[in-house]
């Protein structure tokens, strides 16, 4: 490996989010998202339109993460790509359009891990200080929530995970039950603001082990819905904050209950967040006094790099590449990749 400098192109593509990014050495010079809105007025991802959307956004936001970083497509060293877990139409667009521009520049390509790329975002070399492994990883996103143990870069363990819905679909489903757009996460955060978290009570779902379920919330959610719109009609509007703020606090009590379990099982006192959903004031300020109290040490990522962006995927191909860890052009998508 000579010392000349590392540049990585890094694609996301994986569910509504067209994203490229320029790394130089780890350091991000630039990070182009392009948010579909067209599945808002259809409450959620529609896998179709999400790859018509990829597809046309692609070449544009590239050329934007070129320009803004001042870097040019003969100076990149690979591309990394987001490979799984994912939807499949939109994986088939950033996958090979990577292999086709890989193979066209003659440079290599590295698949990347989705849910290892939330994690590994912190290991950006963008002078933020960078976490001590071993480590409690917790992926908190639309599709997914996982504990995972982190011994390595690439040595991830799954400690614990959802038994059926994601805390980010969590946010979502019930926004939508109130009235709010997709994603509703974002919204319910900030209306959750005004509010006040102790005005009614939702059950925490009995899973005994390092799993976590919330689709039994959902349900308890709907249902308190009804029950009170039937005594007043207008019983959302009247307490949208108080409402968004209790639901809120109870998806982020449930998270919480099993991160100290499993910090405390596996005597793990860094927890590494990453995904949409580390994204959330709340989560945030709960998790600065839980850690005063248990002394950890923990690790959100920066808003730009909490929901889907590609300089996660990119700051992967760096590691990989220095680890001369390549694909294949035969590099196929994968929708339920794991590690
Ligand atoms: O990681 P991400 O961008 O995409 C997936 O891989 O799923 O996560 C998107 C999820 C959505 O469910 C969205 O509602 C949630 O992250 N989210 C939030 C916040 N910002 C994004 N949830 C709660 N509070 C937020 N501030
Ligand atoms: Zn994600």
Redesign the pocket.
């Known amino acids: 490996m000579s010392n000349k400098d590392i540049y990585i192109l890094g694609i996301e593509s994986?569910?509504?989010?067209t994203s490229a990014a320029i790394l130089k050495n780890g350091v991000v010079l630039s990070n182009i998202i392009a948010n579909q809105t067209i599945h808002k007025k259809y409450g959620g991802v529609v896998p179709e339109l999400a790859s018509r959307a990829h597809l046309s956004n692609i070449i544009p936001v590239i050329e934007s993460a070129l320009k803004e970083s001042n870097v040019k497509l003969k100076q990149i060293s690979a591309i990394a790509f987001t490979r799984g877990p994912?939807l499949m139409g939109s994986l088939i667009i950033g996958t090979e359009f990577s292999k086709g521009l890989g193979l066209s520049l003659d440079i290599p390509v590295i698949d990347v891990n989705?849910m290892q790329a939330?994690i590994l975002v912190h290991f950006i070399n963008n002078s933020n200080p960078k976490p001590k492994f071993p480590f409690l990883g917790v992926t908190?996103?639309?599709?997914?929530t996982q504990f995972i143990l982190v011994e390595d870069h690439f040595k991830m363990k799954i400690l614990g995970q959802t038994l059926d819905d994601?805390?980010?679909?969590a946010?979502?489903k019930c926004?939508k039950k109130i009235g709010l757009d997709?994603?509703?996460?974002?919204e319910?955060?900030?209306l959750a603001k005004e509010g006040d978290e102790h005005k009614f009570k939702f059950p925490l779902p009995n899973v005994k082990n390092g799993n976590i379920s919330y689709s039994g919330t959902k349900t308890a959610f709907i249902n308190f819905l009804h029950k009170n719109k039937l005594k007043n009609k207008n019983f959302i509007d009247e307490n949208l904050n108080d409402i968004c703020a209790s639901i809120?606090k109870n998806l982020v009590d449930n998270l919480l209950n099993k991160v100290e379990l499993l910090s405390n099982e596996n005597n793990l006192k860094t927890i590494v967040f990453?995904?949409?959903?580390s994204?959330?004031?709340?989560?945030k300020t709960r998790m600065k006094n839980v850690s005063k109290i248990n002394n950890w040490e923990v690790y959100i990522p920066k808003l730009e790099y909490?929901?889907?962006?590609a300089a996660m995927i990119g700051i992967v191909g760096h590691l990989k590449y220095k680890d001369s860890i390549k694909s294949s052009l035969t590099s196929t998508p994968s929708p339920r990749l794991t590690f």
């Open positions: 994986s569910c509504d989010d994912g989705h939330h908190v996103s639309g599709g997914h994601a805390i980010g679909e946010f979502d926004g997709y994603p509703a996460g974002p319910i955060d900030n809120q990453g995904g949409g959903v994204a959330n004031s709340y989560l909490s929901t889907d962006n």
